[in-house]
């Protein structure tokens, strides 16, 4: 009597043993490549945030003007605090109610680097000024003014600066940006200053 031909129950158990096998490996590979896409994707925001904090921070040294703030000088270095004024706001025909410009200040707070801006040169006490968050995982913000032969070698600072707030009465050449961030570490940028070329000048 000829028999039909059929896997017995041993080979089944193997099937299903090496198939559930297959998933599992399957699922592990997938998860890790989705969470390598979520971390690549996560560093593409940051690296894009951070590119845009320095661009908006070079545009906005780069436009410094001798222009006095409140503090009756062109700018103000502090710890972790840099300020100033700006041109290059376009305000065509004065559609706008500002000024055409700004003043600017960038500070760290709660561990982020915060943009300031008001909308007139001279405002008083009780303006609020508008606040934009530039760069999060902010520690450290560092500014030294270089002068001309520094702008020719960069890399070598001021000792002649004092500590504490500066107030310069004069433009120097360029600002030299130290940031220390959480994800990038100390990154230092020099910026020009299109106004900028006297030694710099301060006092406490």
């Given amino acids: 009597m000829k028999r039909n031909a059929g896997f017995t129950l041993v080979e089944v158990l193997v099937a299903v043993v090496v ?25 593409l925001l940051e690296l894009e945030e951070l590119q845009f904090a320095m661009l908006t921070l070079e545009q906005d040294v780069r436009q410094i003007i001798k222009r006095s703030n409140i503090t009756r000088s ?27 410009l700004q003043p600017v200040a960038y ?7 915060i943009r300031e801006h008001y909308y007139y040169v001279d405002v008083s006490e009780s303006t609020e000024p508008i606040a934009r968050q530039l760069l999060t995982g902010v520690t450290g913000l560092e500014v030294t003014p270089l002068s001309d032969a520094e702008v020719r070698n960069w890399s070598k600072r001021n000792a002649g600066l004092s ?34 070329g006297d030694d710099v000048t301060s006092e406490n």
């Avoid at 297959?22 to 996560?42: D, F, P, Y």
């Avoid at 100033?84 to 706008?96: A, D, E, K, S, V």
């Avoid at 500070?107 to 680097?113: G, K, P, Q, T, V």
């Fill in 107 to 113: 500070f760290i707070r709660d561990d982020a680097l």
């Fill in 74 to 100: 062109y700018l103000l270095i502090d710890e972790n605090r840099l300020a100033f004024i700006r041109t290059g706001w376009l305000n065509p025909q004065g559609l706008f109610p500002r000024s055409e």
């Fill in 163 to 196: 500590a504490g707030p500066r107030f310069t009465h004069q433009l120097p050449p360029a600002l030299e940006v130290t940031l220390t961030t959480e994800r990038w570490g100390t990154m230092t940028r020099v910026f020009l200053i299109a106004e900028g």
């Fill in 19 to 43: 198939m559930a096998i297959i998933g599992l490996a399957s699922a592990a590979v997938i998860h890790t490549m989705m969470r390598a896409s979520e971390q690549s994707e996560a560093a």
